[in-house]
């Protein structure tokens, strides 16, 4: 965070302006840059989410006093939408980020080991598997291919996700700009294939752990097999040793003539 913000006494806050529904004026950037601080605190705003519409209300509300803990302005409250859909495009931007630097062109199990720092593990691992690789988001872009073959490749995403910023397609990482999508079909058919790639790489990584999964079970009930045998024998030692104690020792006669 900034030291202006940091530096801040309890109860102070930075004034800001608005116009066109955007921060104007003194404090503008430092406001800009603590919406970025936000989005990317795990503590306040989710990542393992498919879109905005699923953080929950009470998150939002957290975000909000957020941002009202170190700054407002005369009209605060009356930008509060606008605010919270600000800080969804510096959201979806930061999951560009993500994607474009952990998990663009790089196998999943590599994907799923680098996590990024500052988030949490099943958030990740989540955000990997379900939403980057997810078939439910493939397969929904494919079905709007087949309806309309000739609808342009942003428009076809922005059908999923939203309108995209022109810097970030979503699903396509932050390496995609919205101008790469409105080339020619060639383009386009290389862009799905890499989704299709990574389909099936997701598809053989559960493969893989369903295989580990069932090998560790297998291990484990032979483990404990083992384990039981092991306390038969201990019992059967115990019972020997008992049986030995309660038998006296023989008695030696020796002759004296």
Same mark, same amino acid.
């Given at each position: ?198 389909? %099936?790489? #997701? &598809? @053989? $990584? /559960?493969?893989?752990?369903?295989? +580990?999964? %069932?090998? #560790? &079970? @297998? $291990? /484990?009930?032979?483990?404990?097999? +083992?384990?039981?045998?092991? &306390? ?26």
């Amino acid at each position: 965070m900034c030291k202006e913000v940091v530096a801040l006494e309890i109860g102070q806050k930075l004034k800001v302006t608005f116009y066109n529904n955007r921060t104007v004026g003194t404090n503008s950037k430092l406001f800009l840059r603590h919406l970025g601080k936000i989005v990317r605190d795990r503590n306040i705003c989710p990542l393992g989410v498919s879109s905005r519409n699923d953080i929950k209300q009470e998150k939002l509300n957290h975000m909000w006093a957020a941002i009202k803990h170190k700054f407002d302005s005369v009209d605060m409250n009356d930008h509060r939408d606008h605010i919270l859909r600000w800080m969804n495009e510096l959201w979806n931007k930061w999951r560009g980020y993500l994607h474009a630097k952990y998990v663009k062109d790089k196998p999943i199990q590599q994907s799923l080991r680098n996590i990024p720092r500052g988030v949490d593990k099943k958030e990740w691992e989540w955000l990997v598997k379900e939403h980057f690789a997810s078939e439910s988001f493939q397969a929904q872009l494919q079905e709007i291919v087949q309806e309309n073959p000739y609808l342009p490749s942003i428009e076809i995403v922005e059908k999923c996700c939203g309108p995209q910023t022109r810097s970030h397609v979503f699903g396509f990482g932050g390496g995609v700009k919205t101008n790469d999508l409105k080339g020619g079909t060639s383009s386009k058919a290389e862009l799905f294939s890499t989704l299709r790639s990574t389909r %099936e790489d #997701n &598809k @053989s $990584l /559960n493969e893989e752990n369903k295989f +580990l999964n %069932e090998e #560790n &079970k @297998s $291990l /484990n009930n032979r483990l404990s097999t +083992l384990e039981n045998a092991m &306390k038969e024998i201990m019992k059967m030692k115990e019972f020997i040793a008992t049986q030995q104690s309660h038998v006296q020792p023989a008695t030696s006669f020796v002759s004296t003539e």
